[in-house]
């Protein structure tokens, strides 16, 4: 259903004047920097990797939100970024994205009504009384009563917001769904709840879903295979049922390790020019235990190791 083919997506930082006189270079993020995969039709693949890795960068590239700086995208055999005005409105219907904090993403002056009615207008989408219909289908789908139409999301709590932007994205009936971070800030029960909710309407509604988390244990759950990205690369992907005990990464190895240091005290935002030797050799290589000379001098590409089962390691065979 989606193929992504040497994705890169680089942003330059420009700093003002005054931070230029102070020595602030010009430096550029690269944010995703070559990335391969495809989802097939039914399948959720679930994206892992630590805060900054380029996760949201990538959802966002892969829908056209921004431009690739190299790459491409097929969408049901098309390129997302040659695609006129009708194939992107279709697109825009077939593929949606869900945000982790609906708080910022949902209109607090729209009610629960008007938020769902909305892009069913966008798209044309049935005449009022179809419209309803439709509207009360999808509270009904992710369990929300028909009360919480007239109220504005700060009304709702954070579970009730994220099944209302569930609900905003599924009722235009989408094949894909890129969920990013859907459950984060929620709590453990409320976050279990709504993952099994989407799991289900993926069942009942023959979704594709993209699930992106940082939570392994939500990930291994939710997914049939699991990408792990590690400074805007895919550094390994496995079936999930593989993921716990058969995973060869050393960098994967490190992720699901109990002892390791919270991931977001090692990394902040500006990792991707200050990896060393100017880009060269494998992205993990200045924290990888298992370093020998060829790890510094070339990167190693995405390699079948077994069937359904990829990674980037030149010391892995
Ligand atoms: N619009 C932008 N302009 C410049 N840099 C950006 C932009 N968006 C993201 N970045 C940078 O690209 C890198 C990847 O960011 P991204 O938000 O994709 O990571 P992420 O994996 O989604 O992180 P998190 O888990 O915290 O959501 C970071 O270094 C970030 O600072
Ligand atoms: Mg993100």
């Known amino acids: 259903m989606l193929e992504v083919r ?7 930082i420009r700093h003002n004047p005054l931070a230029r006189l102070r020595g602030h270079r010009d430096h550029i993020v690269r944010a995703i920097d070559g990335v ?3 989802i097939c039709e039914g399948e959720v693949l679930g994206l892992v990797g630590e805060s900054g890795c380029g996760k949201t960068t990538l959802a966002k590239t892969v829908l056209r939100l921004y431009l690739p700086t190299n790459g491409d995208v097929l969408f049901r055999g098309q390129s997302v970024f040659g695609m006129g005005r009708n194939e992107l409105k279709q697109l825009r219907r077939e593929a949606q994205i869900v945000f982790q904090d609906s708080n910022s993403t949902l209109d607090p002056r729209m009610n629960a009504r008007h938020m769902l009615e ?3 207008l966008l798209h044309r989408m049935g005449q009022r009384s179809e419209r309803r219909q439709r509207i009360a289908s999808m509270m009904e789908k992710v369990m929300l009563s028909p009360a919480f139409l007239k ?3 700060a009304e709702l709590s954070g579970g009730q917001r994220q099944r209302l932007s569930m609900a905003r994205a599924l009722i235009i009936e989408p094949r894909l769904v890129i969920a990013d971070e859907p459950l984060a800030g929620l709590d453990p029960i409320v976050s279990t709840q709504l993952l099994d909710l989407m799991l289900c309407l993926k069942r009942e509604m023959g979704l594709t879903y993209l699930f992106i988390s940082h939570d392994l244990s939500t ?7 699991i990408a792990v990205m590690y400074k ?3 550094v390994e992907i496995i079936d999930g049922e593989r993921f716990q005990s058969g995973a060869l990464h050393p960098y994967t190895r490190f992720l699901q390790s109990p002892e390791r240091l919270p991931v977001e005290s090692e990394v902040n935002g500006d990792i991707h020019f200050r990896h060393g030797n100017g880009g060269k050799g494998c992205v993990f290589h200045e924290k990888c235990p298992n370093r020998t ?3 510094t001098e070339s990167s190693p590409g995405l390699r079948d ?3 359904g089962h990829k990674v980037a390691c030149h010391l892995v065979n």
């Open 6 to 12: 040497d994705l890169k997506k680089h942003f330059r």
């Open 36 to 38: 391969t995969f495809e």
């Open 118 to 120: 909305e892009p069913l």
């Open 151 to 153: 109220r504005h999301p």
């Open 219 to 225: 990930v291994t759950y939710a997914s049939d295979r």
């Open 232 to 234: 805007g690369r895919i």
């Open 293 to 295: 000379s060829i790890c």
């Open 305 to 307: 190791i077994a069937p």
